[in-house]
């Protein structure tokens, strides 16, 4: 699973030393979970405030439509302090 979604058109990902140097945008992590188990990715960028929330959400919705084994998906964005 997590290898179908970081052969998606136009995913990423970035090594430590660039994430720190992202500038903008806040970081969420997306979980997809299937049955294989749980597969998170840390993605910088998203808008900031609640729209990189909505902006999240949406990628997950794409994420459940694309890949039919994922039963679900969740998301923690800077915006709402993770964990919360």
């Known amino acids: 699973m997590l290898n179908n979604i970081l052969n998606l058109e136009g995913v990423t990902v970035l090594n430590k030393k660039q ?3 992202i500038k903008g945008g ?3 992590i997306i979980t997809v979970r299937d049955s294989e188990g749980s597969h998170s990715i840390i993605a910088p960028g ?4 609640s729209a990189g929330s909505d902006q999240a959400s949406g990628i997950c919705n794409d994420l459940l439509n694309d890949f039919p084994d ?3 998906c969740g998301y ?3 915006y709402d302090d993770f964990g919360q």
């Open 26 to 28: 806040q970081t969420c």
């Open 46 to 49: 998203f808008r900031e405030g």
């Open 76 to 78: 923690d964005c800077q």
């Open 19 to 21: 994430q720190t140097g």
């Open 70 to 72: 994922a039963y679900s």
